[in-house]
């Protein structure tokens, strides 16, 4: 009688661990779907870690590191209490992501022809794979681009909004008052980069370029 009761014990002790795995599974499913939302719309996720390693409560709270991606070989923290477990997970995502679509010479600007949405597995691409067809908008290609070929973010640079040499208007600004002069450009920049200016006196400044090629000081 007593190796019938635990054999019994040690079948229900099984389908409860498994019970648990399965419903950790589901939770990291809609977690990942969750953080992914606007990228992928299809989630898979499979637990690496034993059974024996996951999180004894029934609903851990989850988290990843702020910085870390949200696909492929992941390790997520789940806490019960006081309790923190590191679970093992492969997360596949698959969503759009930005190809070219025409061949692009180096040094090019993109136009809108130059690159359309593929679909396919996120985390099966190239690290810092560009998923936003928007930031393709009148960039620059640092390299030859084919069709077909998916565009990394270090492919590319956001095209010189001002220019070394070129005249622009400095404006700086401080709390209740803005004067503003015409200096010139001592480096290239982008939008929302930096950029060094030598005033008609001669100073040097530094401010960051706006949409409209001023350059803006807050004092």
Request: include cysteine; glycine fraction near 8%; charge should be positive.
């Amino acid at each position: 009688m007593n190796t019938l009761k635990g054999g019994l014990a040690a079948i229900l002790l099984l389908f409860s661990t498994q019970a648990l795995a399965s419903d950790l599974n589901a939770q990291l499913t809609a977690f990942f779907a969750n953080r992914l939302a606007g990228f992928s719309d299809e989630v898979v996720v499979q637990i690496r870690s034993a059974q024996n390693l996951l999180p004894a409560c029934e609903q851990p709270a989850l988290s990843v590191a702020g910085n870390a991606r949200l696909w492929g070989n992941l390790n997520v923290l789940a806490q019960c209490a006081n309790e923190k477990r590191y679970v093992q997970v492969m997360v596949q995502a698959t969503g759009n992501y930005v190809v070219a679509a025409q061949p692009v010479a180096r040094g090019s600007q993109l136009q809108t022809e130059s690159v359309t949405l593929k679909r396919g597995r996120l985390d099966q691409l190239p690290p810092r794979t560009m998923l936003d067809i928007n930031q393709a908008q009148d960039a620059v290609s640092l390299r030859d681009l084919v069709p077909g070929q998916a565009i990394q973010l270090s492919m590319l640079r956001q095209a010189w909004r001002v220019k070394a040499g070129q005249k622009v208007q400095v404006i700086a600004s401080g709390d209740g008052f803005s004067v503003n002069g015409e200096g010139q450009a001592m480096n290239n920049a982008s939008v929302a980069q930096r950029a060094r200016v030598r005033m008609a006196s001669g100073q040097i400044v530094s401010g960051t370029v706006a949409p409209d090629g001023n350059i803006l000081i807050n004092l």
